[in-house]
């Protein structure tokens, strides 16, 4: 029986662990295939559109050619009023004019483009120009970016667990040092044995159960009334507590012996997994200086790595880069030259975004006690005296 039941165990933790695990990589899956379709969609609207040579396109390079051919060879003297035509020029042009559809628009520069849609970063170096492709853009960012926003809940809810299991790791090991520094050899001596005695007689003072009275008593029937009587009682308590908890005992058994019932249990266990989201965000309170310190850690290693593949970028570019990109601001006045890097990217990217949402969660709680304390102070003040009148 032994040998039998130690699989048994090892299929039923298997399968708690998968359904424990099921909801979030659902999430995560969802979004991947949602990129990527609509990686397919923007690429096959957006690269296969036909360039028109248009009037104003037309009028930019004839100006262009005037402006070359009206430089002479003393550059000197017109170098200035040269550089202010040129740039009243190009203001007038169009970024659409000098990108080759097929080029921005692949497969890996669509997924880019994607990405950047329902994480709301937004660069603003690609963006549809059929109407088609504006219209889908649309419709894609209205279901993508609730999508996006349910991701970063659920792995905030992983991320908050972490931060928040490891803070309190750490406050317990610095309270173990500050009491061993704190604590001579005497007192401590003293505290233990005061500890030991206080244990010692609860441990006495606590009522029996009744296998330890079986124990105890060598027989029913050469017991005082007393001990019967204190028997009694108990096994009457034990016997209302059988009629109320072990019904869910035994109906573990049956989803054990039954696998049809167990299915229901395990769904049942999987919509409770899928209720708890969002909750262990709620219930995270680490000081907002130690986030600061994760951001600034994590955006940091970032920036040492970035320039590697990224040469038109350093430590300093690079670090504001991330920021601006985890923060989903966005400017696009940094650019990345090589998008398949920043889709291998993308997950660092997606865990930063859930760093900084977790910060900026604990930010807006304590603004909120902030708020709440300065709004309490400032009634406080203008609450109206109470006149104490003569009697």
Request: glycine fraction near 4%.
């Amino acid at each position: 029986m032994a040998t039998t039941s130690q699989p048994l165990r090892g299929k039923t933790t298997c399968k708690k662990i998968f359904w424990a695990v099921f909801p979030h990589a659902c999430f995560i899956l969802s979004l991947v295939i949602y990129a990527f379709l609509g990686a397919l969609m923007f690429s096959h609207i957006e690269g296969n559109r036909e360039v028109t040579l248009s009037e104003e396109y037309r009028t930019f390079l004839q100006n262009l050619t005037y402006l070359a051919r009206k430089l002479s060879d003393n550059v000197t003297e017109n170098e200035k009023m040269f550089k202010n035509d040129i740039r009243e020029l190009f203001n007038t042009a169009d970024p659409v004019w000098f990108i080759n559809p097929e080029d921005r628009w692949s497969f890996f520069g669509s997924l880019f483009f994607c990405c950047t849609v329902f994480t709301t970063v937004g660069y603003g170096n690609t963006y549809p120009v059929t109407r088609i492709g504006k219209y889908f853009c649309m419709l894609y960012a209205l279901f993508g970016i609730p999508l996006m926003f349910l991701v970063l809940t659920d792995m905030g809810d992983i991320l908050a667990t972490v931060l928040s299991k490891s803070y309190n790791e750490f406050r317990k090991v610095q309270s173990k040092i500050q009491a061993s520094k704190l604590c001579s050899g005497s007192t401590c001596s003293k505290r233990n044995e005061l500890k030991s005695r206080a244990q010692s007689k609860i441990v006495i003072n606590e009522p029996l159960t009744i296998m330890e009275v079986l124990r105890s008593q060598s027989g029913m029937k050469r017991r005082p009334v007393k001990y019967r009587n204190v028997e009694l009682f108990e096994m009457l308590i034990a016997r209302e507590n059988e009629n109320t908890q072990p019904a869910r005992n035994k109906s573990m058994e049956r989803w054990s012996s039954c696998p049809e019932l167990a299915r229901g249990k395990t769904v049942s266990r999987v919509i409770e997994n899928f209720d708890k989201i969002g909750k262990e965000l709620e219930k995270l309170d680490v000081p907002i200086v130690l986030m600061v310190l994760v951001i600034f850690v994590y955006i940091s290693c970032a920036a040492a790595i970035l320039p590697n593949w990224e040469r038109n970028m350093d430590f300093q570019e690079a670090f504001y880069f991330c920021f601006i990109t985890l923060t989903t601001i966005g400017f696009g006045d940094t650019k990345l030259e090589h998008p398949k890097f920043f889709l291998f990217f993308s997950l660092y990217i997606m865990i930063g975004m859930e760093i900084v949402f977790i910060a900026f969660k604990l930010g807006q709680d304590r603004l909120i006690v902030l708020y709440k304390k300065v709004i309490s102070f400032c009634a406080e003040k203008k609450m109206p005296s109470k006149k104490v009148y003569p009697k």
